[in-house]
T-cell receptor, first 114, second 112 residues
Framework: DTAVSQTPKYLVTQMGNDKSIKCEQNLGHDTMYWYKQDSKKFLKIMFSYNNKELIINETVPNRFSPKSPDKAHLNLHINSLELGDSAVYFC?????????????FGEGSWLTVV | GENVEQHPSTLSVQEGDSAVIKCTYSDSASNYFPWYKQELGKRPQLIIDIRSNVGEKKDQRIAVTLNKTAKHFSLHITETQPEDSAVYFCAASSPGTYKYIFGTGTRLKVLA
């Protein structure tokens, strides 16, 4: 049983295209996240959602639009993809706010924009 | 804004030796400090954590120490093994903030 699952795992697409990454957690957690890991391995928060409500939008371009239909799902849609969007995108979840709580990561989605 | 600095960026040790990774955080309200291990092509996974009311925590070969006054915390791995080779991330989290701030990562290589 995968606790945090995201699809697709690999995505190669051309500049200017629109793509989505889906994420689901079966841990019963209230809080979900999107993190971006670039080629230098830096892990940076993009978005946090708590009970479907957006809590954090960490200065991410508005080409990135997260959507949480319910607290178990957090999807990421990216419009007009650029070369600089190439990265690994990790979905994650925690029981509630992360202070004192473990964040569990999905397996990552490797996005390559060509 | 909040920041977590992590050093060194790369670390090579001989099998059986100890490894130490250090982090410094900026937000004095931070109260939770997890450490994650990320193997090549895998997800980051929690290996140990410490809360601000504790100075030290140990789990077998892994230990973490926290100095709240200096805003420093460190990961100590003893008797390193080749399977300890990975990228290690420290992180800090503050109450009421829905995020971890991660350090920049340390690539640990354990040489057999």
């Amino acid at each position: 049983d995968t606790a945090v699952s995201q699809t697709p795992k690999y995505l190669v697409t051309q500049m200017g295209n629109d793509k989505s990454i889906k994420c689901e957690q079966n841990l019963g957690h209230d809080t979900m996240y999107w993190y971006k890991q670039d080629s230098k391995k830096f892990l940076k928060i993009m978005f946090s959602y708590n009970n479907k409500e957006l809590i954090i939008n960490e200065t991410v371009p508005n080409r990135f639009s997260p959507k949480s239909p319910d607290k178990a799902h957090l999807n990421l849609h990216i419009n007009s993809l650029e070369l600089g969007d190439s990265a690994v995108y990790f979905c994650a979840s925690s029981p509630t706010q992360p202070s004192g709580n473990t964040i569990y990561f999905g397996e990552g989605s490797w996005l390559t924009v060509v | 804004g909040e920041n977590v600095e992590q050093h060194p960026s790369t670390l090579s040790v001989q099998e059986g030796d100890s490894a130490v990774i250090k982090c410094t955080y900026s937000d004095s309200a931070s109260n939770y400090f997890p450490w994650y291990k990320q193997e090549l092509g895998k997800r980051p996974q929690l290996i140990i954590d410490i809360r601000s009311n504790v100075g030290e925590k140990k789990d077998q070969r892994i230990a973490v120490t926290l100095n709240k006054t200096a805003k420093h915390f460190s990961l100590h791995i003893t008797e390193t093994q080749p399977e300890d080779s990975a990228v290690y991330f420290c992180a800090a989290s503050s109450p009421g903030t829905y995020k971890y701030i991660f350090g920049t990562g340390t690539r640990l290589k354990v040489l057999a």
